[in-house]
């Protein structure tokens, strides 16, 4: 991937569009300088944040808006490079929206080499699409492209000089070494779920054995061979007590039935002797039923007298019916016979209004002329009413005319006046917003100050502290090393003998030998003060150059803060500066407001007058309109005067007139009604007086002719019945009430069934008889007895076999799942031996004693190590050389880096270099990681590279010889640019890009 070229718009300190166009670069190294904060790192910000939706330090885009850009205006990244021929763009875009704030979106489409659309081309708009697309065409992720394309400032630094353990962390974050660890993991656990399993069937195999409950002793198939046995005796048992059980319920069940049959004879003997002692009851039947025979024949006379009195009963409630209507129509005959001399008083009336019906009827067409001209008059009225209020309506709607063209004109001029400040408070809230920044910026940079301040306070003591600890560490050391030389010169004198040479001058006489002073001094003690010594200067020294940090932090930050402050003359309060710039954001949106709302108003107005004009042309018309109507209705009213004097009557309308003629005529034709409607009652009245009494007459008649045939009735029922045997009519009349033929017919069934039931037992007792033949009752209960006892013994013994059934059945099954678990274990041991010396291998328990995932990081270790070299030979001169100290010393415990050092011969750690040869060993290091990266990512050549400060620690040759490198890296295809804000590469690099950074944002310039 080579950058052909980048817009930023209102991103970081970039507010308005800036534009890079890296194709311009003739030479493969150019520099990106300015000065700090100018946001130099920015525009690797925009290329990450274009690409992935993050910046170099994973920030989202949207919390790299410019705090300088206005609302309206969006953050814009358009981001365009070259691959393999190909040009591609990626663009980032986040506009305001009402509710949601600032909202972004993404794009990613093959383009054109100016970033244009091309057609037919898909443009990916989706998150995980853009994802997927960019890694697929790059073939490194997020994190790899910010460690190969990207060298931020002092990342590799602090992995030239961590520990082995941090650097094992890092290296397994770049080259996604944690599948290894994981791989190890799911062996450990697999290895354990193996055993867990095979533990768990050689316990289930355990229980299975321990819940057969075999005798010590006894295996599981003897002790089925025993069962097996014993099942086959105990059958053989029960067939005989099947058998003996069978003969007893044998005999049993026939001493059964003859002691019930013996019982059956006694109960049909005493159930003949109750049947017959009810023979009372029968002959009680047959007389009845003989009783009801005789009175059955006395029944038809009987009916016939009983039909006769009925009728006599109901003749005598219609006589008494008849007499009640007769006097009822005789009272309602006068009543109506009063109604018909009154209504003939009424004739006079009638005709009268019939007379007068005829006289209306002739002035109608009068009538009708006046309440048309009546309507006419009415209807001007209300025309002229209309009008009149027509003409208030317009005046008062003209008078609401002109108050608005006044106001209208009155507001006009306050807008003009607003609208005329706009500008002004405009360039006063800008004034303001950049005031109310840099007091912000001055505020935090105070507290920073106030924390460096305490800080310095804290490390001078610190180092005060070092200081005279050191000074006294090496005071002691001097007076115990003192001490110690005293002490070897005793030592020595000890040994000195007379005329034998003393080992220092050779003198053999010794006329003052040394003494010992104190107490000795070991050599263990020594080298213990020297070592306190040394590490109370090396803390000296580091608390040295903490204050020397902190000192310098202090310094850079007040001199910050003396900037910040010479930008006001006297440093408000920040509440001041808000209420300040909240008043005149208001001020300036009225005036705003004011401006916008200046033509609608002169619309208004110009709406107003036109229709105020209008208006006052409709108020004259509807005056004329006025006095028309006013003639009109003077001409109607005259019509109507001379009309009315001519009518005879005082009617106003014509409908009064009809309605007058349609009530005389209605008067006279209800009266005409009346008059017929009460002649035909009375008329029907007289008939039906008549038809009455014709009625009360026949009634009398037939009245007395069944009295006399009801008579007659009475003496033939008497001879009947004494020739029947009845005492009287009353007690052959109750027998002829008893009777009916359910009955009568319930009597014969009931004599029936006595006589039947009598023979049925006669028949029931000889049959029993003969058939128990005269034995006697057996004993029943002594019988049942014996039939439970060998039920019991049958029972018993057949329990026996079932337990045995299930004995046998339970060891069979144990039997075959005993030998199914045991293959089983079989197979789970033969599986986990392999996996098992698998997990060991990887796990680290091998003749290297190194886990799968050390080793894969190992070897990633080696080969950065090996690239690196390369570029560390060039960058120093072919002096130095790293190595992993891990390697060399044969260590386990990590990856610890070593420089040799060819011009001295040595090998000296990591820290011990230079802040120069840190710079440019860690920039290897750093080159050397991208080299692997780039081939361990599908070999994919990333035609660009950026490396972000560091150069201000080199010297001037080192700085050539580093410039050199860069520009040989990769051939003459790889662009590499130096983020930097050292004067020197300004020289020394001819392609610059330039980044000013002023009050309102920055800007870029290309050189």
Not at 197 to 217: C, D, K, R, V
Not at 883 to 905: A, C, I, P, W
Request: proline share 2%; aromatic share 6%; charged share 30%.
């Amino acid at each position: 991937m080579r950058p052909h070229f980048i817009e930023i718009q209102a991103f970081g300190p970039y507010v308005e569009k800036q534009r890079i166009d890296f194709s311009k670069f003739s030479n493969n190294l150019f520099l990106l300088h300015g000065p700090t904060g100018a946001g130099k790192t920015t525009i690797f910000d925009a290329m990450s944040c274009a690409l992935y939706g993050t910046s170099t330090g994973s920030r989202e885009g949207k919390k790299m808006r410019s705090d300088f850009a206005q609302d309206d205006l969006p953050t814009l990244i358009r981001f365009c490079f070259c691959l393999r021929g190909n040009y591609f763009t990626a663009c980032y875009k986040a506009e305001k929206k009402r509710s949601e704030g600032f909202k972004p979106k993404r794009l990613f489409y093959r383009s054109t080499p100016e970033g244009n659309f091309l057609e037919n081309e898909r443009v990916y708009t989706k998150e995980e699409e853009i994802k997927a697309q960019i890694e697929q065409l790059l073939q490194i992720n997020e994190n790899q492209f910010l460690q190969v394309v990207v060298l931020p400032q002092g990342e590799f630094q602090k992995f030239l000089r961590a520990s082995g353990s941090k650097k094992e962390e890092i290296l397994s974050n770049i080259f996604q070494t944690q599948r290894f660890k994981n791989f190890q993991e799911q062996l450990k656990n697999c290895v354990k779920q193996a055993e867990e399993e095979l533990q768990q069937f050689q316990s289930i195999y355990q229980t299975l054995l321990e819940s057969a409950n075999i005798p010590e002793g006894n295996s599981l198939e003897e002790r089925l061979q025993e069962l097996v046995n014993h099942r086959k005796q105990l059958t053989t048992k029960l067939v005989e007590l099947e058998t003996t059980y069978e003969q007893a319920r044998r005999v049993f069940e026939q001493a059964r039935i003859l002691a019930e049959e013996i019982g059956q004879i006694e109960e049909i003997q005493k159930g003949l002797n109750e049947h017959r002692s009810s023979k009372k009851q029968l002959d009680d039947w047959i007389q009845k039923k003989q009783q009801i025979e005789k009175a059955i024949q006395l029944k038809p006379i009987f009916d016939k007298a009983k039909e006769i009195k009925n009728k006599i009963n109901q003749l005598e409630q219609n006589e008494h019916s008849l007499e009640e209507k007769q006097k009822t129509t005789q009272s309602q005959l006068e009543c109506f016979q009063k109604k018909q001399l009154a209504h003939q008083g009424e004739q006079i009336r009638a005709d009268q209004a019939r007379h007068q019906a005829q006289r209306l009827k002739e002035q109608l067409q009068d009538f009708v002329q006046v309440e048309e001209i009546v309507k006419q008059i009415n209807q001007k009225k209300e025309s002229i009413q209309a009008i009149l209020e027509d003409q208030k309506r317009k005046r008062e709607k003209l008078e609401e005319l002109e108050k608005q063209i006044s106001n209208a004109e009155e507001k006009k001029l306050q807008l003009h006046s607003a609208a005329e400040r706009a500008d002004f408070y405009q360039s006063q809230e800008i004034s303001l917003k950049q005031q109310q920044k840099q007091l912000q910026e001055l505020l935090q940079k105070r507290q920073q100050l106030e924390k460096a301040r305490l800080n310095l306070q804290v490390v001078a003591q610190q180092y005060e502290i070092a200081q005279q600890q050191a000074e006294i560490s090496r005071e002691q050391y001097i007076l115990i090393e003192r001490q110690w030389r005293n002490n070897q010169a005793a030592l020595l004198a000890e040994i000195l003998q007379s005329g034998q040479p003393c080992p220092v001058c050779g003198s053999l006489h010794h006329p003052n030998p040394a003494r010992s002073h104190g107490e000795r001094v070991t050599d263990e003690e020594l080298e213990k003060a020297q070592k306190n010594k040394e590490t109370a200067e090396n803390n000296q020294q580091k608390a040295l150059k903490a204050y020397q940090a902190a000192r310098n932090e202090y310094d850079q930050i007040k001199a910050a803060c003396q900037v910040l402050e010479n930008n006001f003359s006297e440093v408000p309060q920040p509440e001041t500066i808000a209420t300040k710039l909240k008043q005149i954001t208001n001020l300036r949106i009225q005036s705003e407001q004011a401006k916008n709302q200046l033509p609608q108003i002169e619309q208004k107005i110009s709406q107003l007058r036109q229709e105020n004009g209008n208006l006052q042309t409709q108020l004259e018309k509807t005056k004329e309109l006025f006095q028309q109507q006013q003639k009109e209705l003077a001409s109607l009213e005259g019509r109507l005067q001379t009309l009315r004097e001519r009518l005879l009557f005082d009617f106003a309308t014509q409908k009064e007139v009809q309605d007058r003629i349609s009530k005389l005529e209605q008067f006279y034709q209800q009266w005409e009604e009346q008059k017929k409607q009460l002649e035909e009652i009375v008329e029907k009245k007289r008939h039906e007086l008549v038809r009455l009494e014709t009625q009360r007459e026949e009634n009398k008649r037939s009245l007395a002719s069944l009295k006399r045939e009801l008579e007659q009735l009475k003496e033939q029922a008497m001879h009947l019945c004494y020739e029947k045997g009845f005492a009287s009519l009353s007690e052959a009349n109750q027998w002829v009430q008893k009777y009916s033929e359910p009955y009568l017919k319930q009597l014969n069934d009931s004599i029936e069934q006595w006589n039947k039931k009598e023979l049925q037992l006669k028949e029931q007792l000889k049959i029993l008889l003969d058939r128990t033949g005269g034995k006697p009752k057996p004993d029943i209960e002594n019988l049942r007895r014996k039939v439970e006892a060998a039920k019991q013994d049958f029972q018993n013994c057949q329990q026996q076999v079932i337990s045995l059934e299930h004995q046998i059945s339970q060891l069979e099954k144990m039997s075959h799942q005993l030998r199914q678990i045991s293959m089983q274990i079989a197979e789970k041991e033969s599986a986990l031996m392999p996996l098992k010396q698998l997990h060991l291998l990887a796990s680290g328990d091998n003749s290297e004693r190194l886990s799968l995932h050390h080793f894969i990081l190992r070897f990633y270790f080696q080969e950065v190590i090996a690239k690196a070299n390369y570029r560390l030979k060039q960058l120093s001169g072919g002096r130095y050389l790293l190595y992993n100290e891990t390697e060399r010393t044969n260590r386990k415990d990590g990856m610890q880096l070593s420089v040799f050092d060819h011009y001295t011969g040595t090998t000296r750690p990591v820290e011990n270099l230079s802040g120069g040869e840190t710079f440019f060993t860690s920039l290897a290091l750093a080159l050397g990681l991208s080299d692997v990266i780039t081939s361990q990512s599908g070999n994919v050549r990333l035609e660009s590279m950026f490396i972000d400060e560091g150069f201000g620690t080199l010297d001037s040759d080192a700085l050539d010889l580093a410039i050199r490198t860069l520009s040989e890296l990769e051939g003459s295809n790889r662009l590499v640019g130096i983020i930097s804000h050292v004067s020197e590469l300004k020289e020394r690099i001819p392609a610059k890009i330039e980044v000013i950074k002023t009050q309102r944002g920055s800007r870029i310039i290309q050189h």
